[in-house]
């Protein structure tokens, strides 16, 4: 779905191990020299990202860029494929969620305990995700405040509280806010991050004070899409919530 001239949501059928079928949304932001990935979807499911890329039209060599905003492993799951199949493809990272990609630090939901509740096969795909992960190269590290020479400009929110280095991304000339995590759409309405999948809810909630004022006509949540009309009285609530 094109929601501006360079924006595409993509709508991607995932299949988690733990919670069942649903839809995640990937972002394209198409510039002159390429575009950028905004997440990359669950590990074991390249076929349904390659679908829904090739239903926008989009090749795999289109590709320039993968911003991963952040570690969970319905982001993170294809971009070790996505690296092998696209040469030169730049990472993007929050700089308190690359030791978790490199391997320094343990995934904080994919504790071994987390792994063994996971079918026999899915296990295996986590272990070699986690061999392979140590070896991507480049990445470029995100810091809070970092303004991205993509789609017109786009700024790193860091949004603690679902992960670590969880971040959001704002588009000032869209009015577009790309909220990942931390915000998503359930029937309609706007509500805050899954409580069951954020470790620290308080802080989660705490960080959507870095949203309040913002000029935003449309969020796009990567669990429940588009959210069209302004949604600041909703984040506004929710993030007097947390404080």
């Known amino acids: ?8 949501v993509l709508k991607v059928n995932m299949l988690s191990p733990l919670y069942g079928p649903s839809s995640i949304y990937p972002v394209l932001i198409r510039d002159e020299d390429g575009l950028t990935l905004v997440d990359t979807g669950m590990l074991g499911q390249f076929a349904s990202l390659k ?23 319905d982001h993170i799951g294809n971009v070790v494929l996505l690296t092998k199949e696209i040469p030169n493809v730049k990472l993007l990272v929050h700089e308190i969620e690359l030791p978790y990609l490199n391997g320094s630090q343990p995934f904080i939901k994919m504790s071994p305990d987390r792994v063994r509740q996971m079918p026999v096969p899915f296990q295996e795909m986590v272990q070699g995700l986690l061999q392979d992960l140590p070896h ?13 020479p993509i789609g017109g400009g786009a700024e790193v929110i860091h949004t603690p509280g679902h992960t670590p280095g969880h971040i959001c991304l704002y588009l000032r000339n869209s009015e577009l806010l790309l909220a990942a995590d931390e915000l998503r759409v359930a029937e309609g309405a706007l509500v805050g991050p899954l409580e069951s999948a954020t470790p620290d809810m308080p802080l989660a909630l705490q960080s ?23 949604p600041q009285a909703l984040i506004d609530s929710l993030s007097d919530s947390g404080s």
Request: aromatic content about 2%; hydrophobic content about 35%.
């Open 1 to 8: 779905m094109e929601i501006r001239p360079n924006i595409t």
């Open 51 to 73: 679908e829904a890329l090739d239903e926008s039209g989009v090749r795999l060599t289109d590709i320039k860029r993968i911003l991963i905003t952040h570690q969970d492993i």
């Open 136 to 148: 991507l190269d480049p990445i470029q590290v995100l810091r809070d405040g970092d303004i991205l």
């Open 208 to 230: 959507m004070h870095k949203l309040k004022g913002l000029p935003i006509r449309t969020v796009v949540c990567y669990h429940g899409g588009v959210y069209e009309g302004s």
